[in-house]
């Protein structure tokens, strides 16, 4: 999960917690190992987590969304069952009434 690198200083993400991966891109500690573990997770995945910089996170972890493919492919690694993804809030609903056309003018 890499990042432009200037994103770090920009959300003020301590310095311990990124790695730099070449000129332009970084990813926060512990996610580019063989078994990714972010430095910023606090917790037992599978009991409970939280991030330890959720409010300064950077695009890659604001991006993912519970029940997206990534996420359920991430709870696959750990023995967790997948999570449904959220509706779009955005989507017509599909038990909405169909909408009716006005009367004809006589």
């Not at 991966?21 to 997770?41: D, E, Q, W």
Request: neutral net charge.
């Amino acid at each position: 999960m890499s990042f432009y690198w200037a994103e770090a200083p920009e959300r003020r993400l301590p310095d311990a917690l990124v790695e730099k991966l070449n000129p332009y891109l970084a990813n926060m500690a512990g996610t580019n190992r063989p078994v990714p573990r972010c430095h910023a997770l606090a917790g037992i995945v599978g009991t409970r987590v939280s991030c330890g910089v959720y409010a300064q996170r950077p695009s890659p972890c604001r991006e993912l969304q519970p029940g997206e493919d990534k996420c359920n492919r991430a709870r696959a690694r750990h023995g967790l069952p997948p999570l449904e993804r959220a509706p779009d809030p955005d989507a017509p609903d599909p038990q909405a009434p169909e909408p009716q056309a006005p009367p004809a003018a006589a």
